[in-house]
């Protein structure tokens, strides 16, 4: 008997329900998939045309092309169904090119090649693949770093930035770090940057400190020969230009050499004491470390501050190189689900047409989806009477339009934008359509305890960050060998440390270059 | 045939529109041509003002997509109804049915395809003067009937005898459409019934299917195949090669066949777009667009055609495409003819001011490279002049004469070329030439719009490739229908690639995504006739079929189910993509699965060319176990495989192998390897880069190999000329205090003294900043600023240490070695142990004395460096650091010989001198005494040795961070062995090292 016998039959028939199908490896979600599409084409629920299901891969959704036809083919030869339903089947086999079985960013281009003129593109645009995209990019680059980088108000800023230490190559990395995720830039997107201190007046006091220290280096025993007061020593043209700073800027490039300062070292017996008793080993390098420290505090300070105003200057260069992509006609795969979420969410009257053109939407392997997938496909399935939510996340679905599969644990694409916390979330939301296909078919007993045991204990259920581990339920025997197989792997994998599981991405943070401080977006 | 009763039959082969072009002749109208299309269409769209079209009214794919469905709605029978299909669609619909109307009303004087055979109708309805000359119209195979066409047919029919044939395959998804027209045409010409002759089944006779593992592989069988078929006595003229697809297929089974040395021809037409003549004037017209970048020269130079046959010189000289490579990244050209101009003027001034203290030889091409420079800048000024476009807004006859003129100067037409190119670049003319007909509808145009009309007409001219009869026929499915061949092979029978998916019309399909002008199902029916066609067509000889399982970049493919469908038609039962891997394992004779590369190698029974040959021959030496060494190729000192094998082991090996850089052989017998250090005068550099890792010297010193960077790369300045402007400075600073008898040991340094190195330092930043070396403008305002805040503190620090010292500078930038420079001291000549001498050169930034009297006589070497001490800490240990740092030595000692008896009892000291914040102003020095010098002999020696022994080994040197020490800032880190800290780890011992 198969453990979720009455979840699977109701996967299969109740075509006006909504599902969120929870399905592990190997508990027949493919098959599930293509069933209930050969049901609802039997009984005229939907034709070929008005069919999407969403794949992760283009393999994968060759093979559930394969899959369904082969299905489509068999009831429509099958004499226990009425001839009408087999009628539809065998019209569906003929047609079936014309469902959208595909990738979502296959999907999400064939939307914008209906739509394309409501979507800014011209009708006929052009893939960029990745190599192509990045030699657009860098082109792109180059010219706002070399002519629009250099016009006000990039021009001050950049100086700015370039003299804290920023490169060339820190600003490319964040340009594209923010190309990447420029589908959560909005024209007024800002980051926060914490209020700055006049680098002066602090340079000026270190650099007194500084100087002070010149008389110490004298409680050294081998004098000059001291690693430390060597440093001491070297540091006195930097105190001076600490104390002399005329303005901000030099202040702050003297208070980075200081930062760049590596004290030589001594010890406590190789110098005296001063006279108030304590080592002047220990001062001499208390005061250095303090200096360092506070010239850390103020030049982070500052750079927080250029940091976040850099990322404001790139944040229209990214959107400026989307529109002119968009301009050109020519797109990356990002563009592509960026561009059709926009679509169907700014354009009533194209959202009601591709409503009305999908009838039934399956989204495979969910636990990687892009967050703009979900996103394409809740419009998709929305009720064409409510009017949107602020939140696409609220949008009341249509009942029996959207049945999505997924496996949070095999959530492995974080790198390609999969966002656990989206699947955490919607899981969440819609939790009445919840459903779990827990039999495995491909794994023997000992192999499901295995995995049970040690992902359970690993994958424990934490809000927008992992969701509840659900467990496989095996079939067949379970054998004397499996089970001590089972029981020294056990053993050996039981003391290993607890490790956490997929993350949910950050929004609109892209990395800061080392030793800058990180922005987070609001 | 039956036609002619008697005798033979005068048959002239035309296409319909001929026929009606024919009955037609004489209509005041004139044709609507491609170009007139265009124009027209651009003007329907100019008025529009409506917001659908404005954002993307000057796009090209727009303009297509209008075209291709004006095209579409001109051939309809009922405009109107689809008109009105169009129109409910909303703003879109209705903006593209406003636009094909304002189309047909600036058409109306011209004439196209329906209205022709509207024309015609009429005009055969009128006269009788062509049934004469027609005598009977046999109508083959007609691919699509309009109702104009339709209408024509009817009206020639009542005069002369008409014959048609259809081609019918007996299943309604591949025939329903052309039933349908049969049935229209017939109803036309008043016939009754429609004769059924035969329809061609499926399978043919003989099917195999093939599965491969990418396209380049499955076309590389189907060569091989082919190969077996003409060896066994098919007529070439007897084969087809088709794909479903033109990318990936139209190039690669081209080139796989030019390759086999198997003449082809095309079915289909080669774009005159893709000849030399065409893709070189397109990218001359664009050079202005793109501001002159030195990409876009470059590009548009490789792609030049040569012009052997042409008799006028080349206005831009004969300069090779390297040079102008060479010196542009030389001379740090971005963009721009003024910026092209101007830094080449300078490089090549440069190149002339430096060959003065050269040898003659050096001289010499030194003083020829300024040469190409100004050349190349001559060159520039040249094309900048004539490629300067008329304004936007003149007239088409204005841009037309202007590129016709481009054409000439600078492209100009070679009978030379191979023939296709050379038909290419005649149709290219008779493009530009036709552009001028735009002019009727658009009296003026911009440079954007020009292009892009000449790049549409010059891909919509196609000309034939290859002789028809004479070769194996090429083309897409569809080609060949009617047509009878003994071998027909179909490629690309993947999913989603054929059957193609059928594409949504954007301006025309309706809200259910149905295109009410049927050509989703036209697509569909016309793609299943043509592989049905493609099949009848090998009717009694042999198809085979076959699909690729990748794309050839990791992605899967499977097998379109039109595959699968020929599967179960050979299986005799229904199979599925689920089937296939068990169909696999039971290997039926019609079914072949290609594993592998290898794979297809050993099963080949013909090779498709050479290469497949030598293949083949090797994968079966191989499998039979013998060493492939020892195979007869391995053997051929022309062929790479025996010393790829030998790299392969030597690598593998722990012995120090000539793949490693033991070039031990060539040591005895190569000057160009031991030139370098012991061929006259050698710089200090030189054994501390073998020092350091041998490898880099020989790619640096022995080949020459430069790290070539792209201007646009640098963003800032480099270390090097970082430091090349500060010498600067600081030798013209100090030569003028010198100069005016300052300089002593207590000499102070004034505000006026810090002004006026202020003042050199501008000079020199602005001379630096003239030649494009000080990479971004913001990035330099910092660097100047931090380099002026360093020369200041220099200064005071430097009139701290000469108190100290008591010592007064006097010679700055002393060069030795240099025999043509007049004030060069001699070499700096190191005697080694076993009687040789290696002589060096170089310049010393600077020497201090004690003043005159003092005793001891002493003497200060200074090295300035203008960047951080990382790497000099050890000096206090070994002065040399094991050779890696010679230069204080090295100048110590020239500094003796160059005083000869005035230093005998001269006290000596080097150090070198960190001139930055950066390098915190230290100072880190040695006595060049004797004990120093015997060391540095002892250094130069081993170097010497290692050199002159070829032995050149990578030596990575410990770990740092994700690279190694030595390669950390290595330009050669990427031509280096990965492995090389393994290598290094094996074969240093023996290396000796």
New interface residues.
């Given amino acids: 008997m198969i453990a979720d016998q009455a979840t699977r039959e109701r996967l299969l028939t109740a075509l006006d329900e909504t599902f969120f199908v929870e399905a592990g490896a190997g508990t027949g979600k493919t098959t599930t998939i293509v069933g209930r599409i050969r049901n609802l084409v039997a009984c005229g629920r939907v034709t070929m045309e008005r069919l999407a299901a969403i794949t992760f891969t283009e393999a994968a959704a060759a093979e559930l092309r394969d899959r369904v036809r082969e299905e489509l083919e068999r009831a429509a030869t099958d004499p226990t169904r009425p001839a009408e339903e087999q009628a539809r089947c065998l019209q569906a086999v003929e047609e079936i090119d014309l469902a959208a079985i595909q990738t979502v960013h296959s999907f999400a281009g064939g939307l914008l090649r209906s739509y394309p003129l409501e979507a800014g593109l011209p009708p006929s645009f052009a893939m960029l693949d990745e190599i192509e995209r990045a030699v657009q990019f860098e082109d792109r680059w180059r010219e706002w770093f070399w002519s629009a980088g250099l016009r006000a108000p990039a021009r001050e800023l950049l100086r700015r930035a370039f003299l804290l230490g920023l490169t060339q190559e820190h600003l490319r990395q964040l340009a594209e770090a923010l190309e990447q995720q420029y589908d959560l830039l909005r024209p007024d997107t800002t980051w926060p940057a914490p209020a700055t201190e006049p680098a002066g007046p602090i340079a000026q006091a270190l650099g007194r400190h500084l100087a002070e220290l010149t008389a110490w280096t004298a409680y050294a025993r081998d004098g000059t020969d001291d690693p430390l007061a060597q440093s001491v020593l070297r540091a006195q043209p930097l105190a001076d230009r600490l104390s002399t700073a005329a303005d901000d800027e030099a202040a702050l490039v003297a208070l980075q050499d200081l930062l760049a300062l590596r004290p030589g070292n001594s010890s406590i017996p190789r110098w005296g004491k001063l006279p108030d008793g304590r080592s002047a080993c220990t001062a001499v390098k208390k005061t250095l470390k303090q200096a360092q420290d506070e010239a850390r505090r103020v030049v982070d300070g500052h750079r927080s501050s250029v940091f976040a105003a850099v990322l404001v200057l790139l944040r229209a260069f990214t959107l400026a190189s989307a529109a002119a992509r968009r301009a050109e006609g020519v797109a990356t795969f990002h563009d592509l689900l960026t561009w059709a979420r926009d679509l169907l969410r700014d354009h009533v009257d194209v959202r009601r047409r591709a409503q009305v053109r999908y009838q039934a939407l399956f989204v495979d392997e969910f636990q990687d989806t892009d967050p703009l997938q979900a996103e394409i496909a809740f419009y998709l399935a929305a009720d064409p009477v409510a009017a949107l939510p602020a939140d696409w996340r609220d949008i009341p679905l249509v009942p029996g339009k959207l049945f999505v599969v997924g496996d949070p644990k095999q959530s492995i694409y974080r790198f390609r934008r999969a966002d656990i916390a989206v699947y955490d979330g919607l899981l969440r939301r819609l939790q009445h359509a919840q459903q779990q296909l827990v039999q495995n078919f491909r794994s023997v007993r000992p192999v499901i305890d295995w995995v049970n045991h040690h992902f359970q204990a690993h994958m424990v259920a934490q809000e927008s960050v992992q969701p509840p581990y659900v467990p496989l339920a095996a079939s067949g025997s379970r054998s004397r060998t499996a089970r001590a197989a089972a029981c020294t792997a056990w053993a050996a994998c039981s003391t290993r440390p607890r490790r956490t599981w997929p993350r949910s991405r950050r929004i609109a943070s892209p990395s800061s270059p080392g030793g800058w401080p990180a922005a987070t977006g609001r | 045939m039956a036609l002619a009763e008697h005798g033979c039959a005068n048959l002239r082969p035309m296409v319909l529109r001929q026929v009606a072009a024919r009955v037609a002749w004489g209509t005041a109208q004139t044709a609507l041509s491609g170009v007139l299309e265009a124009a027209a269409i651009r003007a329907a769209l100019q008025p529009a003002g409506d917001g659908?079209?404005d954002?993307?009214a000057h796009?090209p794919?727009?303009h297509?997509?209008l075209g291709a469905l004006f095209r579409e709605l001109r051939h309809e029978a009922e405009p109107a109804v689809v008109l009105d299909a169009i129109t409910a669609r909303?703003r879109?619909g209705q903006a593209t049915v406003a636009a094909f109307r304002r189309y047909l009303a600036l058409t109306c004087d011209y004439y196209d395809v329906p209205a022709l055979a509207q024309l015609a109708a009429e005009a055969a309805t009128r006269s009788r003067r062509w049934a004469n000359e027609l005598g009977a119209l046999v109508l083959y195979l007609p691919p699509r009937l309009d109702a104009a066409e339709i209408a024509l047919l009817g009206r020639l029919g009542e005069q002369v005898p008409i014959r048609a044939a259809f081609a019918a395959f007996g299943e309604p998804?591949a025939d329903r459409l052309q039933e349908e027209k049969a049935a229209a045409l017939a109803a036309a010409l008043s016939v009754g019934t429609i004769t059924a002759a035969s329809v061609s089944p499926l399978p043919p006779v003989q099917l195999t299917l093939l599965s491969a593992p990418d396209p380049s592989e499955e076309v590389r069988n189907m060569v091989r195949r082919l190969a077996t078929d003409v060896e066994s006595g098919v007529g070439l003229w007897r084969i087809a090669v088709l794909y479903g697809q033109e990318e990936p297929y139209g190039l690669l089974v081209r080139e796989a066949l030019d390759a086999a040395e198997l003449p082809w021809q095309g079915a289909v037409g080669r774009p005159v777009a893709t000849g030399w003549a065409a893709r070189s004037l397109l990218a001359l017209l664009s050079l202005h667009e793109r501001r002159f970048a030195r990409e876009a020269v470059l590009d548009w130079l490789a792609g030049r055609p040569p012009r052997d046959g042409v008799d006028a010189p080349d206005p831009l000289g004969a300069l090779p495409l390297s040079a102008w490579d060479r010196c542009s990244r030389q001379a740090q050209v971005?963009e721009g003819p003024r910026q092209w101009i101007e830094r080449l003027e300078r490089l090549a001034a440069g190149l002339e001011r430096g060959s003065a203290r050269l040898a003659p030889e050096g001289a010499a091409r030194q003083t020829a490279e300024a040469g190409v420079a100004r050349a190349i800048a001559q060159a520039i000024t040249r094309l900048e002049t004539d490629t300067r476009p008329p304004r936007d807004g003149a007239a088409w006859e204005q841009f037309v004469a202007w590129a016709q003129e481009l054409r000439a100067r600078y492209l100009p037409h070679d009978d030379q070329w191979p023939v296709w190119e050379a038909a290419a670049s005649r149709e290219l003319d008779a493009a530009l030439a036709s552009l001028q007909t735009a002019a009727e509808l658009e009296p003026t145009t911009t440079l954007h719009v020009f292009r892009s009309a000449l790049a549409a007409a010059v891909a919509a001219r196609r000309l034939p490739q290859g002789r028809p009869g004479a070769g194996i026929v090429v083309g897409p499915v569809g080609a060949v229908l009617g047509a009878p061949f003994d071998r027909v092979y179909v490629l690309g029978l993947a999913?989603?690639l054929y059957?193609s998916?059928?594409?949504?019309d954007?301006?025309a399909?309706t809200?259910?995504?149905r295109d009410p002008l049927g050509r989703?199902e036209r697509q569909?029916e016309g793609e299943r006739r043509a592989l049905l066609g493609a099949l009848a067509a090998a009717d009694g000889g042999h198809a085979t079929v076959s699909y690729p399982r990748s794309d050839g970049a990791a992605?899967?493919?499977?097998p379109s189910?039109w595959f699968?469908e020929l599967a179960g038609e050979c299986a005799g039962r229904?199979v599925?993509?689920?089937d296939l891997p068990k169909l696999f394992l039971e290997s039926p004779p019609w079914l072949v699965r290609i594993a592998s590369t290898q794979d297809g190698v050993a099963r080949l029974s013909t090779p498709a060319d050479l290469a497949d040959r030598r293949l083949a021959s090797v994968v079966a030496w191989h499998r039979s176990g013998r060493d492939l060494a020892q195979h007869p190729l391995a053997q051929r000192a022309e062929l790479p495989l025996g010393r790829a094998l030998a790299a392969a082991r030597a690598r593998r090996s722990h012995a120090f192998t000539p793949y490693d850089g033991n070039l031990r052989e060539l040591a005895g017998v190569s000057r160009s390897l031991t030139r370098p250090i012991d061929g006259g005068a050698t710089s200090a550099t030189a054994v501390e880069r073998w020092a350091t890792c041998p490898f880099q010297y020989l790619l640096v010193n022995v080949l020459r190999v430069e790290a070539t960077q792209r201007p646009?790369d640098e963003?800032?300045i480099n270390p090097l000329q970082r430091g090349i402007l500060i010498h600067e400075i600081l030798d013209r600073f100090f030569r003028e205090l010198q100069a005016a008898g300052r300089l002593g040991p207590d000499d102070h340094f004034t505000a006026a003294d810090h002004a006026r190195l202020d003042a050199l330092a501008r000079e020199a930043f602005a001379e630096l900043e003239a030649t494009g070396r000080t990479g971004?403008?913001?990035?330099w305002?910092?660097v100047r600023?931090?380099i002026l805040?360093d020369l200041h503190?220099l200064l005071?620090?430097d009139e701290e240490w000469r108190r100290a010292e008591q010592l007064q500078p006097a010679r700055f930038e002393q060069p030795f070695g240099f025999e043509h420079d007049p004030i060069s001291w001699p070499p700096a000549t190191v005697p080694l142990a076993d009687g040789r001498t290696i002589s060096f050169r170089g310049a010393i930034d600077r020497v201090d004395f004690s003043p005159p009297g003092v005793v001891p006589r002493r003497a200060l070497v200074i090295d300035y460096k203008s960047g951080g001490a990382y790497g000099y800490a050890d000096l206090r240990q070994d002065p040399l650091l094991g050779g890696r740092h010679v230069q204080l030595a090295l100048y110590g000692r020239a500094l003796r010989l160059g005083l000869g008896a005035a230093a005998d009892d001269l006290e000596v000291r080097a150090e070198y001198r960190f001139v930055s914040?950066?390098g915190?102003?230290?100072r880190l020095g040695v006595t060049v005494d004797a004990a120093l010098e015997e060391r540095l002999g002892q250094v130069v020696e081993v170097a010497a040795d290692g050199v002159s022994n070829g032995i050149f080994l990578a030596e990575p040197g410990p770990r740092d961070r994700n690279s190694f020490q030595n390669c950390r800032y290595c330009d050669y880190d990427r031509v280096c062995a990965t492995t090389r800290d393994e290598l290094w780890e094996r074969k240093h011992a023996e290396a000796g090292r």
């Fill in positions: 659908v079209f954002h993307v796009q794919a727009l297509d997509a909303g879109v998804q971005l999913e989603g059957p998916r059928p594409p949504m954007p301006l399909a809200d259910d995504a989703r569909r992605r899967a493919m499977y189910r699968l229904p599925y993509g689920s646009q963003w800032t971004h403008p913001l990035a305002e910092n600023t931090t805040a503190t005071e620090k914040a950066k915190e102003f230290v």
